[in-house]
């Protein structure tokens, strides 16, 4: 039976969290949503029945409130259109009517002509009013019908000191459902948009999460010996378990690796000993000078060999074995590229191998001199053992100041590498056979190169090229470009 992903299951949860918080808080707000409404009508009608208390206050006094003159007036008031767009919503006239009671409660006017002479003194906004506090009150029309009730709110009409009686403002609640049911739709929107977005962003943290850790699995199941290792940012925890993976992979690689090694370097060793014993056993007979001459020779040549092989090997394994090998610096990388050549003047002077450098007047890097200046002379010891009699070796720089890196073309006036060979020159181990039927190298030069260039975070091409395709050169040539790119703020 297949498991369900521990990623859907977070993201599942995390769902089902941000869903049910969001609906706790919609249905909590939605329930504030009408109370609070009606708690702004109830205050304007307030201030609304006391201003009109204040205004009618004469007509009581002088007995005018039940004369035809006084309802025109008050329905005119109350007929007159608004044409008034208020939050999104079209109101169109005025929603409210209103009754007067004298002293006793006993109702002297009312704008809808039902209640005249009915005794409200019991009701609630009457009652209190008449007892000098606030009162209101909420009757429904319609027990049957939802929000057909009317809220009402009194006022006391006040002349000279004198209670007169009481005037009271009702407002049916159906006239504010409109601004309630919009809130309620605004409030559902912001939360499914909300809850939108929260569930992208758990589906972002879920995806993270995998992505990293199929990082820390795909390192830890990788066969390569060096395999940079995976570093998370904004998770220590990861970083915790890459760094254990780390030297439990390095103590079981290390049992590999030996024998590896062993059986390589026996392998290597096999060819220049074997030769070197036969030119040994050669001059134990008696030869002429000019053959013990050729044979010793051959011994010196082959013991330098064993010595190069055994140089490169060493410092493939400390590459190899040892991450933290490099130890970084603000370096001219231009001095750098010129003590190299200075190194190598009289063997390429030898071959007659014209140089040709276009560097710029400075040029800073964050580099280890050691390990990159290995990298250069690899590369230099290569072009020449390449570069025919006369032939040309060219350096450019170019900086690229957008990008923080810089790139360093390296040309060898050479013959095309084979098409087979170009996608294995980095390999360990393997090599071509140089020209002028020099002997193969050990095939670590190369790679050394690509993993000190690695470890700095940058990275190395071989391509051939055609006649035309670098300006750089004086003298437009073919042959083979090896292109460095490191960053020039590498922290």
Not at 51 to 66: G, P, T
Not at 176 to 192: C, D, F, G, N
Not at 243 to 254: C, H, I, T
Not at 312 to 317: D, E, F, G, Y
């Amino acid at each position: 039976m297949k498991t369900m992903s521990i990623f859907i299951r977070i993201w599942f949860f995390f769902s089902l969290v941000v869903i049910l918080s969001l609906g706790f808080i919609a249905y909590t707000l939605n329930q504030q949503v009408k109370p609070k409404v009606r708690q702004v009508v109830e205050d304007t009608l307030a201030e609304n029945t006391n201003i009109i208390a204040q205004l009618i206050a004469e007509d009581v006094f002088q007995h005018q409130v039940n004369t035809p003159e006084f309802d025109q007036k008050i329905q005119a008031a109350l007929s007159r259109q608004l044409n008034a767009t208020i939050w999104q919503h079209q109101k169109d006239e005025i929603s409210q009517q209103l009754y007067i009671t004298d002293q006793l409660g006993i109702v002297i006017y009312d704008s809808e002509g039902q209640a005249v002479g009915q005794d409200y003194s019991k009701w609630n906004d009457v009652y209190l009013t008449l007892r000098g506090k606030y009162g209101a009150r909420s009757t429904a029309t319609n027990p049957y019908e939802r929000n057909s009730s009317i809220m009402y709110i009194a006022a006391p009409i006040m002349y000279k000191q004198q209670l007169l009686g009481v005037l009271s403002i009702g407002k049916p609640n159906q006239s504010v459902q409109p601004y309630i049911e919009r809130a309620e739709q605004q409030l559902i929107s912001q939360a499914l948009w909300i809850a939108a977005l929260s569930l992208l962003l758990a589906s972002m943290v879920a995806y993270w999460l995998k992505h990293s850790i199929d990082k820390v699995r795909r390192y830890a199941q990788a066969l390569a010996p060096v395999n940079q290792a995976p570093f998370f940012y904004s998770a220590k925890e990861l970083n915790q378990v890459t760094q254990a993976l780390s030297e439990m992979r390095e103590k079981l690689e290390d049992r590999a690796y030996v024998e590896n090694y062993v059986n390589t370097l026996t392998h290597e060793l096999k060819s220049p000993l074997t030769a070197i014993q036969a030119s040994a056993e050669l001059l134990q007979d008696e030869l002429p000078l000019a053959d013990q001459q050729q044979f010793a020779v051959h011994i010196f040549q082959q013991s330098q060999r064993l010595h190069s092989l055994i140089e490169r090997m060493l410092l493939l394994t400390r590459l190899e074995k040892n991450q933290h090998v490099l130890e970084f610096q603000i370096l001219d990388l231009i001095e750098l590229i010129q003590q190299c050549f200075l190194q190598q003047k009289s063997a390429l002077h030898l071959k007659n191998v014209q140089v040709q450098l276009d560097l710029p007047e400075q040029c800073s890097i964050y580099a280890d001199p050691f390990w990159l200046k290995q990298a250069l002379n690899n590369l230099l010891d290569n072009a020449r053992d390449f570069c025919p009699q006369q032939g040309k070796i060219a350096i450019q720089i170019s900086k690229n100041e957008t990008h923080k890196n810089i790139a360093i073309l390296f040309f060898n006036e050479a013959e095309a590498i084979p098409e087979y060979a170009l996608n294995r020159v980095f390999e360990t181990y393997f090599s071509l056979p140089r020209p002028h039927n020099q002997q193969r190298s050990t095939g670590i030069g190369l790679s050394i190169v690509q993993q000190i260039i690695q470890q700095h975070h940058g990275q190395i091409t071989v391509q051939n090229i055609t006649e035309n395709t670098l300006d750089f050169l004086e003298n437009h040539a073919s042959g083979v470009l090896v292109i460095l790119t490191l960053h020039t703020n590498f922290t």
